[in-house]
């Protein structure tokens, strides 16, 4: 059986070219983000990436730039206008940041950091000085707070 995006992606592709935003806007809102960068990654348009990318509401942007592997990232990120990369960079979680930043070149990551809050900054300072495949490569600054009085029910 076909994945859900191999379906999809001439419907997509036949929005992009009839320049249709709002029914591509519909059917990507009511796909989960992992399966949105699932289909950006699949598209071989860099022009395609973008706009799909770009018709995505700021909540969901963030979370599919997260799912997004390898080059695209870099493909996609500096042709956004600087107020998104800045959403974008300081709203990622901390360790997909840190990840992100490691594998981009000097240039951008001179460019990216800057576009922190002091700690987004702090966090991916923090991550960045841990070997990539130790503990502390690997974990994430973001936790969760129980309470001793909290229940499952």
Known sequence: MASPQV??????????????????????S??????????IQTLEDK???VQVFKILDD???VK??????????SVILPLLPK???K????????DERADFFDEISTEELEQYTGLLNKEAKEETRLLASYPPDSAGGIMT????TLSEDMTVA
Request: no cysteine; hydrophobic share 40%.
């Open 7 to 28: 379906i999809i992606i001439p419907e997509i592709r036949d929005l992009l070219e009839r320049e249709n935003w709002d029914d591509l806007r519909d059917i990507l």
């Open 30 to 39: 009511e796909i989960h983000a992992a399966d949105i960068a699932d289909i």
């Open 47 to 49: 022009t395609e990436k």
């Open 59 to 61: 909540e969901k942007t």
């Open 64 to 73: 599919v730039f997260e799912h997004i592997e390898g080059d695209d990232r």
């Open 83 to 85: 107020r998104e990369q």
């Open 87 to 94: 959403n974008i960079l300081n709203e990622m979680s901390p």
């Open 141 to 144: 600054t973001d936790f969760v």
